[in-house]
Every structure is written in structure tokens, then in C-alpha cells.
């Protein structure tokens, strides 16, 4: 048994294409589950067939709400003991998601290696047809490599799955997590702009048509996704190499037609669950009393400004009295620094508001969240304030935010729930909110920052809580409080998850990364 171990990231699966989705996909791609003969197209579709992507139960209720959403506090969450220490089990599955395909997750580093490897077979016909599944493979397996160093930092990525590739057992070394970055951001152009000249056969762009289940073959989608991926990638390094992330964003901001963005609700990277979905989220929610109204986003937040998109983030809540139902008035937050005692009393009393029936709890429709216009418009509102206009900046804020309220009540008006379902504002209302709320982009530089890295991370929420943790490491903002933990050593949330035991014991590399294997040591980009 020690001898026939091998470290997560080596073991990659050698045919992908035998791994079980956990989805019936039918018709909507060339299922690879109905054959043995590997290839390009296949590959590509279950790169983007990732249950670390689409909100179902086991991501959301053993990662997205419990370690990143705590962390960030996007969701609520009771006072419990070790409430920021990282569940080791499911933190090494999260791990094992992205270099293995026998997990909830697909393996999109183990899908692109097989890809590469089945691309070196193919003539130079072949090739020019297979170009466009390996570029857009090549972007979503990006955007997870770059979640993966947010996560942990340095990553095994330029050696981890030769299995795959090349049917060799490596150890693979652990990659500086600003040069995983780096490789991530030259990738993203390169795939940009690939799609800006792909000229598809017919038979390739009906094949690229049925595997692509994110933008059903529309190739101008991918593009903006590249640049809009790479834009995110540069605000996130711009504290720590400003004059790189400066020159490059601008660039693209100044030719928006050689770099088109994500800028349009239309356009939004949402990848929806197959028709055969039934499930719905409450148990994830209800399990870890993550559905009830979370303290800063409600009270410092949302409430202040009367903000439209607490209607379809949030139900006020209630509890039954005999056969009465009494509904609270107002959208009660469950403080966090109430001993968990209280908080659980206050819950059974039915005091605080609780997650949206419709737009979250019993909505079997929820897309999984790849990247959205409103972050795109707030990436620019930062980039313009620092770099560029104020005036700039104020319109791309706007902008943002509008697109955010349309972007949650168009969750609420997709659920299949049978709970009610509201109109979204008016443009005039919106425009109302937008110039005479507490949200109005107004104040000083610093101040006209802080709501837009506060409206990015209301954006990102729990759908997106990785994000949300990522950018509130990078920022700081909110300015959230975190109320200790008393336990010794976990006392807040940590600045990193800290590598799975498995390859801390099997992975021989791992010593030459062993002294920032803490929770208290900071991602590369993390120096605000």
C-alpha cells in the first residue's frame, strides 16, 4: 500500500473519459460517458461539466458556504467552535477536484492534459479543427487554475498530470504562485486571441455548437470571457506589480475592440444545469445555518440603502403561532457576536431573515457562476478611479451595480420554484437608487473605492464566495469584524488554505514549500 500510493496531484485518472459524471447530460453534448474512444471535443465538455462550478449540494455545503463563505461572511453562520478551521477532508477534495476526475469536481487539469495528448495525434488538418476546443478548454481550465492559487498559493501545475500526458508517474514540483499567475494571464490572451480570428468550418461549428454547454458554440462569448478572466487576473496582482497589471488593463480598456469584454447581462458566463436537475440547495443551507440574514451585508450594507436586491436575496422570516403564521417586519440579521446559545434560540424563534425561496433555497435552476458583466464593470469602475477618470469610473460603477439588480432578480425569475417571483425595478428607479442612496459614488478617492470593492463582493456572494474571499484578501473591504474563535490557533479566519496531508506526505516537493505551509502566510497578491 505505500509503495502503490501516489500523491493527488501525479494520480491523475489515465482515462478521463471513463470517470462518472453526476449528471444524465442526454442530448446536450456527445456524452463521453457513452464511449471509449477519447478525444478533443469530449474532453473539452467535461472540463466544463465541473460540479465545483455548478451550485449543487456537495460543493456548497462542504466549501463554498463553510470555508470561503465563512470566510468572507457572504452568508451567515453560528458561533460555533472551530468555526475557521478548515475541514482537512473536504479542503483536500476541493484540492483533488482540480487535478483528478473522481471527485465532485471534473478535473480540468487531468481533461486538458488528456486533450493535449490526443492534439499531438491529430494531422495538421485535424489540428486546425480541434484549435478552437483546445482554446476554450484552455479558459476554463485557467480560471480554475487561478482559483486553485487563491486558494492555496503554489501549485503543482506545469508537471502535475504527466499520467495523462505522457503515461509517466512524476512528482510534480510546486510552481510559484505569481508565475501560475503569470502563465494564467499570457494563456488568457493567447486563447483571446485565437477566438478573435477563428474562422469554424461548418462541421467544426456544429460540433463546437453541441459540446459547449457554457455558450452553446458562440465563439465572440469566449473571447470576451478570456479578456474579462484576464482582466480580473490583473486587478488582483495590481497591488503587488502595478506597473504590470496598469499597462495591461489599460491597453484593453483603450481598445475595446480588439480586447471586447463580458459588458451585457446577455453575456453573462452562467452554466446552467442539465434539464434533468431536480435538486434544490436547502439542505446545504440549512445544515450549517448558512440561510439566515447575514450581519454586515444586511445591517452595513443592503439596509442602509434600502437596496432593491434585498427583496430577492432575502425573506423576512417568521414563526408559526398555532395555526397562525407571523411574518417579522423587517429583515432581522443574526448577529455574530452572540454566543451561539442565543443565536440558536433567536433561530428557533424564527427571528431572523432568511435566504430567498425562490432565488436560492428551492431554485433547482441556479446556473453555476463563471464570471458576470457586473463584476466586469466594477474591474473597470477600479481600474479608472486609480488609473484613469473619475468620471470613468462613476459611469463603469453604475453601471455594475445596476447590472448587479439585474443580474439577482433574473435568479429569482429562472427558479422553478413555486414560491412567488418579483418584477425587477424600473430603469427610473434604479437610476433613483443609484444617485441618491447610500451607495452614490461619491466621496474621496479612497472612499469611491470602497464601495466598489464593497458592491463587488455584494455581487460575488455566497455564488461566487471564492471570489468574495479572494478580493476581501486583496482589498480589505469590507471592513468586516470576525469575532474570535476562543480556540487556540484558529482564533480568525485564515489568509490561505494549507496543503491537503496526502500531499504533504507523498509529495517529496512539498518540503520546498513547507515553511509557508501556514494558514497565517498570504497569497502573493495579498500586500495591502
Given at each position: 500500500?505505500?509503495?502503490t ?7 491523475l485518472?489515465?482515462v478521463a ?5 453526476k449528471d444524465?447530460?442526454g442530448?446536450?453534448?456527445l456524452n ?7 478525444s478533443?471535443e469530449k474532453?473539452?465538455?467535461q472540463?466544463?461539466?465541473n ?5 449543487k449540494?456537495?460543493d ?9 463563505g465563512v470566510f ?10 472551530f ?14 477536484d482540480?487535478?483528478t476526475?473522481?471527485?465532485n469536481g ?13 492534439y499531438a495525434?491529430?494531422s495538421a488538418?485535424e489540428?486546425q479543427?480541434a484549435?478552437v476546443?483546445?482554446n ?11 482559483q486553485?492559487?487563491?486558494?492555496w ?9 504527466m499520467?495523462n500526458?505522457n503515461?509517466?508517474i512524476?512528482?510534480p514540483k ?10 494564467v ?7 483571446s ?7 469554424l468550418?461548418?462541421?467544426?461549428a456544429?460540433?463546437?455548437k453541441?459540446q459547449d454547454?457554457?455558450?452553446q458554440?458562440d465563439?465572440?462569448?469566449?473571447r ?12 488582483r496582482i495590481?497591488?503587488?506589480d ?18 471586447p469584454l463580458?459588458?451585457?447581462?446577455t453575456?453573462n458566463?452562467?452554466?446552467?444545469p442539465?434539464?434533468?436537475y ?8 440549512y445544515?450549517s445555518?448558512n ?9 452595513k450594507?443592503?439596509?442602509p ?7 430577492v436575496?432575502?425573506?423576512?422570516g417568521?414563526?408559526q ?12 440579521a443574526?448577529?455574530?457576536d452572540?454566543?451561539s446559545?442565543?443565536?440558536a434560540?433567536n433561530?428557533t424563534?424564527?427571528k431572523?431573515?432568511v435566504?430567498d ?12 457562476v463563471?464570471f458576470?458583466?457586473a ?9 479608472y478611479?486609480?488609473?484613469g477618470?473619475?468620471t ?11 447590472q448587479s439588480?439585474a443580474?439577482y ?7 422553478n ?10 430603469a427610473?428607479?434604479v437610476?433613483?437608487f443609484l444617485?441618491?442612496?447610500?451607495i452614490?459614488y ?5 472612499q469611491k ?13 455566497f ?11 486583496r482589498?480589505k ?6 469575532v474570535a ?6 482564533a ?5 488554505l494549507?496543503y491537503p ?9 512539498y518540503?520546498?514549500v ?5 494558514r497565517?502566510?498570504?497569497i ?5
Open positions: 500500500m505505500k509503495k500510493f501516489i500523491k493527488i496531484s501525479a494520480m485518472a489515465i473519459t471513463l470517470s462518472s459524471c444524465q447530460l442530448d446536450l453534448y463521453p460517458e457513452q464511449t471509449t474512444t477519447p478533443v474532453f473539452f465538455t472540463i466544463l461539466n460540479d465545483r462550478i455548478y451550485p449540494y456537495w456548497m455545503r462542504t466549501f463554498a458556504l463553510t470555508h470561503a468572507s461572511q457572504v452568508i451567515s453562520f453560528t458561533n460555533d467552535k468555526i475557521y478551521r478548515e475541514q482537512a477532508q473536504y479542503t483536500e477534495q476541493r484540492w483533488g482540480f487535478y476526475t473522481n471527485g471534473s478535473g480540468p487539469l487531468a481533461h486538458y492534459r488528456e486533450i493535449e495528448k490526443q495525434k491529430l488538418a489540428k479543427n484549435d476546443f483546445v476554450a478548454a484552455k479558459v476554463a481550465m485557467l480560471e480554475q487554475t487561478a486553485m492559487v487563491d486558494l498559493g503554489d501549485i503543482p501545475f506545469s508537471e502535475a498530470g499520467l500526458l503515461g509517466s512524476t512528482s510546486f510552481d510559484d504562485a505569481k508565475e501560475v499567475y503569470y502563465t494571464i499570457a494563456g488568457l490572451k493567447d486563447a486571441n485565437y477566438f478573435a480570428t477563428a474562422n468550418s461548418s462541421v467544426t456544429g460540433s463546437f453541441k454547454i457554457l455558450f458554440g465563439i465572440t462569448k469566449w470576451r470571457l478570456a479578456n474579462s478572466l484576464r482582466l480580473r487576473a490583473l486587478m495590481s497591488f503587488v502595478e506597473a504590470k497589471a496598469k499597462a495591461e488593463v489599460l491597453e484593453m480598456l483603450n481598445n475595446p475592440t480588439q480586447y463580458l459588458e451585457e447581462t453575456q458566463a452562467l452554466l446552467n442539465v434539464t434533468t431536480i435538486d434544490n440547495l436547502r439542505n446545504a443551507f445544515e445555518n440561510h439566515l440574514g447575514a450581519s454586515f451585508l444586511l445591517d450594507v443592503l439596509k440603502a434600502n437596496d432593491p436586491r434585498i427583496a436575496i432575502y425573506d423576512k417568521g414563526r403561532d398555532g395555526s397562525k403564521w407571523v411574518a417579522n417586519a423587517d429583515y432581522n443574526m448577529p455574530l452572540l454566543n446559545t442565543d443565536q434560540t433561530i424563534n424564527g431572523y431573515a435566504l425561496s425562490a432565488t436560492f433555497v428551492y431554485n433547482s435552476k441556479l446556473p453555476g463563471i458576470t458583466s463584476e466586469t464593470h466594477l474591474l473597470k469602475a477600479e481600474a478611479e486609480r488609473w477618470t473619475t470613468d469610473a462613476a459611469t463603469a460603477y453604475n453601471k455594475g451595480v445596476a439588480i443580474y432578480y433574473a435568479l429569482n425569475n429562472l427558479s420554484s413555486t414560491a412567488p417571483k418579483l418584477a425587477a425595478p424600473s427610473a428607479a437610476n433613483d444617485a441618491n442612496s447610500t452614490k461619491a466621496g474621496s478617492s479612497a473605492l470602497a464601495l466598489i470593492w464593497t458592491q463587488k463582493w455584494v455581487q460575488f456572494g455564488m461566487q464566495s471564492v471570489q468574495a474571499w479572494s478580493e476581501l484578501r482589498t473591504y469590507p471592513q468586516l469584524t470576525f474563535d476562543n480556540t487556540s490557533g484558529f480568525l479566519p485564515p489568509n490561505r494549507t496531508g496526502r500531499e504533504r506526505t507523498f509529495n517529496p516537493n518540503s520546498a513547507s515553511s509557508k505551509d501556514t497565517d502566510a498570504k502573493f497578491w495579498d500586500v495591502k
